[in-house]
């Protein structure tokens, strides 16, 4: 209180929740369908997560409109090989076609 005013604070609760998540990405840039060349999925469920319900899930319960910051870092844990599809080998046993077909022919 100064002079008769009343001053009045509002601190807001803000809360920063980190979260470690770990999910498998698939990149295969010459999909044929857009949705294919990039695949982000649940290690455990093989689901695609939901970026939007995981921030939902850390601002909390409250209902209203939020303004959030996300930070995203991406750190490489493992890379799989890509397996080359196998080349197989087929051998055709050599055919000798009779003298008569080769003359109708």
Same mark, same amino acid.
């Given at each position: 209180?100064?002079? #008769?005013? @009343?001053?009045?604070?509002?601190?807001?609760?803000?809360? @920063?929740? *980190?979260?470690? &998540?770990?999910?498998?990405?698939? !990149?295969?840039?010459? =999909?044929?369908?857009?949705?294919?060349?990039?695949?982000?999925?649940? *290690? !455990?469920? +093989?689901?695609? $997560?939901?970026?939007? &319900?995981?921030?939902?899930?850390?601002? #909390? =319960?409250?209902? #209203?409109?939020?303004?959030?910051?996300?930070?995203?870092?991406?750190?490489? !844990?493992?890379? =799989? +090989?890509? $397996?080359?599809?196998?080349?197989?080998?087929?051998?055709?046993?050599?055919?000798?076609?009779?003298?008569?077909?080769?003359? =109708? +022919?």
């Amino acid at each position: 209180m100064h002079n #008769g005013c @009343v001053k009045t604070f509002w601190k807001m609760d803000l809360r @920063v929740s *980190p979260m470690m &998540k770990h999910y498998i990405l698939n !990149l295969n840039p010459t =999909a044929k369908h857009e949705w294919d060349r990039f695949i982000l999925r649940d *290690p !455990l469920t +093989a689901k695609r $997560p939901e970026i939007a &319900k995981l921030i939902a899930e850390a601002v #909390g =319960a409250d209902t #209203g409109s939020y303004l959030v910051s996300v930070n995203i870092e991406v750190q490489v !844990l493992e890379q =799989a +090989a890509v $397996p080359q599809a196998e080349q197989l080998s087929l051998s055709f046993p050599e055919v000798s076609v009779p003298s008569q077909l080769r003359e =109708a +022919a």
